[in-house]
C-alpha cells in the first residue's frame, strides 16, 4: 500500500513522539489526552515512579478495598512525601481538565479521547488515591472528574468506571462540600437508572447532615426519555407512537400508524408509559405544591437545570409563580414560560437565561407577596386573554398574616366537625394528608383516627383526632409534633416556622369548608385568618 510523503513522516513523528513520553511517562500510557496533560504538568519519570505502587496495578473498580494497595497509601501518608501527594493532585486536575486528542493510529477510530482503555485503572486508581490522601481541596476536583464523565462519556474508553470511582469517593466522603458536588452532578445523569444511581450517592453522602428531603426529591424526578419539546418517538412491535406532555400537563398518545396494524401488546406498552408520565406528572405537582411549606433557595442556574429542563417538571413550574432575588436586595416575582421566556407581573418578557449574576429564585408565596404584587398576579390570572390555569392553587392560596399565640399547643379551627367516613377520606386524600387509626375492631367500638401531614425539611407534622362514634366521625383539635416523636408531644405554635404554619391552617381550612355531609359544623375562626 501506497503511503504519500507527508502521511509518511506524520505517521514516524507520531511514533517517535509516541515512544519518547513512554519512557517519561512509564505508568501512563501515551496517546490520549490524559496522558498529554500529565506531561505539560512536567510529571516526568523520576516523579511519577514513587507512585508506581498506587498507579501501576488494576486494582479493580474499588483499589481502597485492596489491602496491599491500603498498605500503600497509608505508608505514603506516614511519611508525608509531599512531592508524591502534590503529583498525584497534578494527576487528577489532568484528568479533569485535559483535553481529549484524536490518538493515532490503525485501531483509532477518529474520536478525540481523554482517558483510554490502557489508562482506565490508572485513572481509577487516581481517583480514590487522591480520595483518600487529600483533604477538602481535593473534593471540587473529584466533582469536576464526575460532571465530565456524565457530560462526555464519549472521551472515556471506560468511562463507567471512572465516573463509579469519583462518585463513590465523594459518597464516602460525606462532607458537606462532598455533598454539594454530588448535587450538582445529578441532574446531568442521561437516563433514570443512572440518575437513581447518583441519588443514592448523594443519600448516602447526606447522612449525618441537613441536606433537605425536598433537594433529593427534586434530583430523582424521572424524564421518561422525553426531549426538550416534551415528546418522545415510541416503536412497539414496529408500530410508531408519539408521546407527548403539553404545556398544560396533558399527556397524550398519537398513533402515527394506519389503524389496520393495530397491535394489542404495542398497544398496552405504549399506554403503560403514557401512564407513567402522567403519574409523574401529578408526583411532581404535589412535590411542587409541597416546596410552599418549604424554606428553599436555588442558584440561578441550579433552578434552570432541575425546573426547566425536565419537560415534565416545566409543566408545573411554568405555570407556577416565582421569585428572583437579584443584586442590590432587589427581588421581582416571575412566572417562567414552556417556550423559555420569564414574564413579569406587568406583563414584559424575557429570555429564561437572562438576567446573569449571582441570583437566587424562590417559590412565591402569597403570605409574603406586598399586597399590590397579589392584587396584580389576581387580576392577571383571572384575565381570560392570559389563559393561565394554575397546577395548583398559588395565586388564589388561603394563607394567614395571625401570629398564633406562642405558648399555645393546639388548632381548633375543626373542633366539633362531624364527617362520615367516607367524607373524611376523600377530604384528606383532596389535601393530601395521611391517616393511622388507633382503637378497637368491633364495628360499634369507639375508634380514634389520626389524620396528618409530615413536613421533612422541617423535621415537623401536624396531626388532627378523629373520634369515630355511632358510625360518625368527630374532629378534634390539631397539633404539631416532631417526626420521629412516638409520643407526638405537642409543640407550641410560636415554635413553628411561617410557612408550614400558614400551609397547616389552609389544609384545616380547606377540610373545614368540604361540601361533604356535615353535621352541625363550627367552622372556628379559620375565616378571620384568611386575608383575601
Given at each position: 500500500?501506497?503511503?504519500?510523503?507527508?502521511?509518511?513522516?506524520?505517521?514516524?513523528?507520531?511514533?517517535?513522539?509516541?515512544?519518547?513520553?513512554?519512557?517519561?511517562?512509564?505508568?501512563?500510557?501515551?496517546?490520549?489526552?490524559?496522558?498529554?496533560?500529565?506531561?505539560v504538568r512536567h510529571l516526568d519519570q523520576e516523579r511519577l515512579r514513587i507512585l508506581s505502587q498506587l498507579l501501576?496495578?488494576?486494582?479493580?473498580?474499588?483499589?481502597?478495598?485492596?489491602?496491599?494497595?491500603?498498605?500503600?497509601?497509608?505508608?505514603?501518608?506516614?511519611?508525608?512525601?509531599?512531592?508524591?501527594?502534590?503529583?498525584?493532585?497534578?494527576?487528577?486536575e489532568a484528568l479533569a481538565e485535559g483535553a481529549p486528542y484524536e490518538v493515532p493510529g490503525e485501531q483509532a477510530?477518529?474520536?478525540?479521547?481523554?482517558?483510554?482503555?490502557?489508562?482506565?485503572?490508572?485513572?481509577?486508581?487516581?481517583?480514590?488515591?487522591?480520595?483518600?490522601?487529600?483533604?477538602?481541596?481535593?473534593?471540587?476536583?473529584?466533582?469536576?472528574?464526575?460532571?465530565?464523565?456524565?457530560?462526555?462519556?464519549?472521551?472515556?474508553?471506560?468511562?463507567?468506571?471512572?465516573?463509579?470511582?469519583?462518585?463513590?469517593?465523594?459518597?464516602?466522603?460525606?462532607?458537606?462540600?462532598?455533598?454539594?458536588?454530588?448535587?450538582?452532578?445529578?441532574p446531568l445523569a442521561s437516563n433514570s437508572a443512572l440518575r437513581e444511581q447518583l441519588a443514592w450517592s448523594l443519600?448516602?453522602?447526606?447522612?449525618?447532615?441537613?441536606?433537605?428531603?425536598?433537594?433529593?426529591?427534586?434530583?430523582?424526578?424521572?424524564?421518561?426519555?422525553?426531549?426538550?419539546?416534551?415528546?418522545?418517538?415510541?416503536?412497539?412491535?414496529?408500530?410508531?407512537?408519539?408521546?407527548?406532555?403539553?404545556?398544560?400537563?396533558?399527556?397524550?398518545?398519537?398513533?402515527?400508524?394506519?389503524?389496520?396494524?393495530?397491535?394489542?401488546?404495542?398497544?398496552?406498552?405504549?399506554?403503560?408509559?403514557?401512564?407513567?408520565?402522567?403519574?409523574?406528572?401529578?408526583?411532581?405537582?404535589?412535590?411542587?405544591?409541597?416546596?410552599?411549606?418549604?424554606?428553599?433557595?436555588?442558584?440561578?442556574?441550579?433552578?434552570?437545570?432541575?425546573?426547566?429542563?425536565?419537560?415534565?417538571?416545566?409543566?408545573?413550574?411554568?405555570?407556577?409563580?416565582?421569585?428572583?432575588?437579584?443584586?442590590?436586595?432587589?427581588?421581582?416575582?416571575?412566572?417562567?414560560?414552556?417556550?423559555?421566556?420569564?414574564?413579569?407581573?406587568?406583563?414584559?418578557?424575557?429570555?429564561?437565561?437572562?438576567?446573569?449574576?449571582?441570583?437566587?429564585?424562590?417559590?412565591?408565596?402569597?403570605?409574603?407577596?406586598?399586597?399590590?404584587?397579589?392584587?396584580?398576579?389576581?387580576?392577571?390570572?383571572?384575565?381570560?386573554?392570559?389563559?393561565?390555569?394554575?397546577?395548583?392553587?398559588?395565586?388564589?392560596?388561603?394563607?394567614?398574616?395571625?401570629?398564633?399565640?406562642?405558648?399555645?399547643?393546639?388548632?381548633?379551627?375543626?373542633?366539633?366537625?362531624?364527617?362520615?367516613?367516607?367524607?373524611?377520606?376523600?377530604?384528606?386524600?383532596?389535601?393530601?394528608?395521611?391517616?393511622?387509626?388507633?382503637?378497637?375492631?368491633?364495628?360499634?367500638?369507639?375508634?380514634?383516627?389520626?389524620?396528618?401531614?409530615?413536613?421533612?425539611?422541617?423535621?415537623?407534622?401536624?396531626?388532627?383526632?378523629?373520634?369515630?362514634?355511632?358510625?360518625?366521625?368527630?374532629?378534634?383539635?390539631?397539633?404539631?409534633?416532631?417526626?420521629?416523636?412516638?409520643?407526638?408531644?405537642?409543640?407550641?405554635?410560636?415554635?413553628?416556622?411561617?410557612?408550614?404554619?400558614?400551609?397547616?391552617?389552609?389544609?384545616?381550612?380547606?377540610?373545614?369548608?368540604?361540601?361533604?355531609?356535615?353535621?352541625?359544623?363550627?367552622?372556628?375562626?379559620?375565616?378571620?385568618?384568611?386575608?383575601?
Open positions: 500500500m501506497h503511503i504519500p510523503g507527508r502521511r509518511r513522516r506524520d505517521l514516524a513523528d507520531a511514533v517517535e513522539e509516541r515512544f519518547a513520553l513512554l519512557e517519561d511517562n512509564p505508568l501512563l500510557e501515551y496517546g490520549d489526552g490524559w496522558s498529554r496533560a500529565a506531561r501501576d496495578k488494576d486494582r479493580g473498580r474499588s483499589p481502597h478495598r485492596v489491602q496491599v494497595w491500603q498498605d500503600a497509601v497509608e505508608e505514603l501518608a506516614r511519611r508525608e512525601n509531599r512531592p508524591a501527594r502534590d503529583t498525584l493532585f497534578a494527576l487528577l477510530d477518529g474520536r478525540p479521547v481523554l482517558v483510554g482503555r490502557a489508562n482506565t485503572a490508572r485513572a481509577v486508581n487516581t481517583i480514590w488515591a487522591a480520595a483518600r490522601l487529600g483533604g477538602p481541596e481535593v473534593l471540587p476536583w473529584l466533582g469536576r472528574v464526575l460532571r465530565r464523565s456524565l457530560r462526555q462519556p464519549w472521551t472515556l474508553d471506560s468511562g463507567a468506571r471512572i465516573m463509579e470511582a469519583a462518585q463513590t469517593a465523594l459518597a464516602l466522603d460525606g462532607g458537606h462540600r462532598a455533598v454539594a458536588e454530588l448535587g450538582a452532578a445529578v443519600s448516602l453522602a447526606s447522612i449525618g447532615h441537613e441536606t433537605p428531603p425536598s433537594r433529593l426529591a427534586e434530583l430523582r424526578v424521572a424524564e421518561h426519555e422525553l426531549d426538550a419539546d416534551g415528546e418522545r418517538e415510541l416503536i412497539v412491535k414496529w408500530r410508531k407512537y408519539v408521546l407527548r406532555i403539553a404545556p398544560d400537563g396533558e399527556v397524550t398518545l398519537i398513533r402515527d400508524h394506519p389503524p389496520n396494524v393495530e397491535n394489542v401488546m404495542a398497544e398496552e406498552t405504549a399506554r403503560t408509559e403514557a401512564r407513567a408520565v402522567a403519574a409523574t406528572y401529578r408526583d411532581e405537582v404535589a412535590r411542587i405544591e409541597g416546596l410552599l411549606a418549604t424554606d428553599r433557595d436555588w442558584e440561578l442556574e441550579d433552578w434552570r437545570q432541575l425546573y426547566l429542563r425536565n419537560p415534565i417538571t416545566r409543566a408545573v413550574a411554568s405555570r407556577t409563580v416565582w421569585v428572583w432575588r437579584l443584586p442590590g436586595e432587589r427581588t421581582m416575582s416571575v412566572l417562567p414560560s414552556w417556550d423559555g421566556q420569564i414574564r413579569a407581573v406587568n406583563g414584559t418578557a424575557q429570555p429564561a437565561d437572562r438576567p446573569t449574576g449571582p441570583v437566587t429564585v424562590r417559590l412565591w408565596h402569597p403570605s409574603e407577596a406586598p399586597p399590590e404584587e397579589l392584587a396584580a398576579w389576581r387580576t392577571l390570572l383571572a384575565d381570560p386573554v392570559f389563559g393561565l390555569v394554575q397546577p395548583f392553587q398559588q395565586i388564589e392560596r388561603d394563607f394567614t398574616l395571625v401570629a398564633p399565640e406562642p405558648n399555645a399547643v393546639e388548632l381548633d379551627q375543626c373542633l366539633g366537625l362531624r364527617f362520615t367516613p367516607s367524607a373524611l377520606t376523600l377530604a384528606r386524600r383532596r389535601i393530601g394528608w395521611s391517616s393511622r387509626t388507633k382503637g378497637g375492631n368491633a364495628p360499634d367500638a369507639e375508634t380514634t383516627r389520626y389524620v396528618y401531614r409530615e413536613f421533612p425539611d422541617s423535621h415537623l407534622a401536624v396531626s388532627l383526632a378523629c373520634v369515630t362514634r355511632a358510625g360518625l366521625v368527630n374532629l378534634d383539635t390539631a397539633w404539631f409534633y416532631r417526626i420521629g416523636n412516638s409520643a407526638r408531644i405537642p409543640l407550641p405554635l410560636g415554635s413553628i416556622p411561617t410557612r408550614v404554619y400558614s400551609e397547616a391552617l389552609r389544609d384545616l381550612a380547606v377540610l373545614a369548608r368540604e361540601p361533604e355531609p356535615l353535621l352541625e359544623p363550627e367552622l372556628g375562626s379559620i375565616r378571620d385568618q384568611r386575608p383575601l
